[in-house]
C-alpha cells in the first residue's frame, strides 16, 4: 500500500552538511520527495513536535537539541512507507543499528542520531500538522 510518512533531518545533521547525502540514501531507497523545507523552529513547534515525551525526563534537553539549528523536514513517499523508513534510518541509539542505516552512518548518540522518522500513521498526521500546517494528508 502507498502510504506517506514524516522525515526529518535534525540540528546535527544539518550542522555537518550531511543533508545532501541524508537525501541521496532515502532516494536510494525507493521514495519519493512529496513535499520538502528547511525550518527553524520556533519553541512552540518543537514543544508540540515532541509532545508525546512532555512527561519523559528528556523532554527539555530534546527540544532544545532541535532549536540548536534548521531542520529539513520532507513529506516522503512510497509503499509501506512508514515501515520502510524505520529499517532505512535504524534504531534511535545509532551503536545499536544495523551498519548503512542513516543513525549507524552518521548519528552520535541516542539524541544526536541525526534524523527522525514518524513511528505511526497517528504520529504522522500530528507532525505533519506542526510542520506542514497546511498540507491536506491524503
Request: aromatic share 8%; net charge positive.
Amino acid at each position: 500500500m502507498i502510504e506517506q510518512t514524516l522525515f526529518i533531518i535534525k540540528p546535527d545533521a544539518y550542522k555537518e552538511k550531511l543533508v545532501g547525502k541524508i537525501v541521496t540514501k532515502i532516494e536510494e531507497s525507493g521514495f519519493k520527495i512529496i513535499k520538502m523545507t528547511l525550518k527553524k523552529l520556533t519553541r512552540k513547534e518543537a514543544e508540540n513536535l515532541y509532545y508525546v515525551h512532555r512527561d519523559r525526563d528528556f523532554f527539555e534537553p530534546l527540544v532544545l537539541f532541535i532549536l540548536e539549528a534548521p531542520i529539513i523536514a520532507l513529506i516522503l513517499e512510497r509503499e509501506n512507507a512508514i515501515e520502510h523508513l524505520r529499517g532505512v534510518i535504524g534504531k534511535t541509539n545509532p551503536k545499536e543499528s544495523e551498519p548503512g542505516t542513516i543513525r549507524a552512518l552518521y548519528g552520535t548518540n541516542k539524541s544526536r542520531n541525526a534524523v527522525h522518522a514518524s513511528d505511526s500513521k497517528e504520529s504522522f498526521i500530528r507532525e505533519v500538522s506542526v510542520l506542514f500546517p497546511s498540507y491536506s494528508i491524503t
